[in-house]
């Protein structure tokens, strides 16, 4: 019942954070990232989600990365404290807590793939069903992003406008 | 006890998520460098999104695009398409703010010369 190729996955993806995360040099923890992007993209394509798989390994592994790499070469490269204080103790009680609690609730959640899961059930049958009549697209998440919800989208390219406008006015006075 | 450590083991996918996000977090917090701390915040955001997208499978089905125009649509047979969609958004915007971030620290560094955070902080005084 356990899926194999899904486990070794996120073996490797917990791998590529742990690296992204553990590494020294900056440069080869931002490239770890970008291959930990590269992993998200194959778990999420292996199951099911190809459109979010192709975002993720175009914007994710690559846009991202190239941000991440165009501000170490104008920064530091390097992580230069190695000594490490011990963290406070609010921070050692507080996040076991959180993980235990929410490993407690994984209890509560609807079973992996289960086809009846509530996230399943209430609206969704209805634009699998009726997107073809209403907007004549094959894919459902394209005629759900560009018709149902086509203002929404509209908005997050606001958003990301936005997030342009604002580098370009904090990185104006240096070039 | 025990059912609990069992629910946990049967969604790896769950699990995986707790791992990344409260490690992510952590990094957040606890880190100095300012390039580490965005680094966690994407793994944070990565998490929460692969959590929406674990939502929406389901056994036995394939991708949200229809195999046929005329033939009534079976909905099982179909992944979930709703957290796909909410969550392209989401990474695209995450993106965005990291971007934001990693603007915010170029100007950081030439201004104070460092990226470290307790550096910073003597130089301000």
Redesign the interface.
């Known amino acids: 019942?356990?899926f194999s190729y899904?486990?070794i996955l996120?073996l490797l993806?917990?791998i590529t954070?742990?690296g992204?995360?553990m590494v020294k040099d900056?440069m080869s923890?931002?490239l770890l990232?970008g291959s930990?992007?590269f992993f998200?993209a194959l778990?999420?394509a292996w199951?099911?989600?190809?459109?979010?798989a192709f975002?993720?390994a175009v914007?994710?592994a690559g846009?991202?990365t190239v941000?991440?790499l165009?501000?170490?070469f104008?920064?530091?490269p390097k992580?230069?404290?190695l000594r490490?204080p011990l963290?406070s103790l609010i921070?050692l009680i507080v996040?076991p807590l959180?993980?235990v609690l929410?490993?407690?609730a994984?209890?509560d959640?609807p079973?992996?793939?289960?086809?009846n899961?509530p996230?399943?059930v209430h609206?969704?049958?209805t634009?699998?069903?009726q997107?073809?009549q209403d907007s004549h697209t094959?894919?459902?998440?394209t005629s759900?992003?560009m018709d149902y919800?086509s203002l929404?989208?509209m908005v997050?390219t606001v958003?990301?406008f936005a997030?342009?406008i604002?580098?370009a006015l904090?990185?104006r006075r240096?070039g | 006890m025990v059912d609990a450590i069992l629910a946990v083991l049967q969604r790896p996918s769950f699990l995986t998520f707790v791992i990344l996000f409260l490690w992510g977090f952590y990094i957040m917090v606890t880190r100095y460098n300012l390039v580490k701390k965005l680094i966690g915040m994407y793994l944070v955001q990565t998490s929460v999104i692969f959590f929406l997208v674990s939502i929406s499978v389901k056994k036995g089905a394939t991708v949200p695009v229809l195999l046929s125009t005329t033939d009534p649509v079976i909905a099982a047979s179909y992944a979930n398409p709703l957290p796909h969609v909410l969550t392209l958004t989401a990474i695209v915007v995450g993106v965005a703010t990291t971007g934001v971030g990693l603007a915010l620290c170029a100007a950081i560094y030439q201004k104070y010369g460092s990226l470290d955070e307790q550096e910073i902080l003597e130089r301000l005084e």
């Open positions: 019942m356990i899904e486990i996120l993806l917990l954070a742990a992204a995360i900056l923890s931002v990232l930990y992007s998200l778990v999420w199951t099911g989600a190809v459109d979010v975002v993720e914007v994710g846009l991202a941000l991440f165009l501000t170490l104008r920064t530091a992580d230069t404290r490490r963290p921070t996040f959180v993980g929410l490993l407690y994984a209890s959640l079973g992996y793939g289960d086809p899961s996230a399943s609206v969704s049958p634009y699998l069903e997107s073809y094959l894919n459902v998440v759900v992003l919800r929404d989208t997050e958003v990301i997030s342009g604002a580098c904090l990185l240096h």
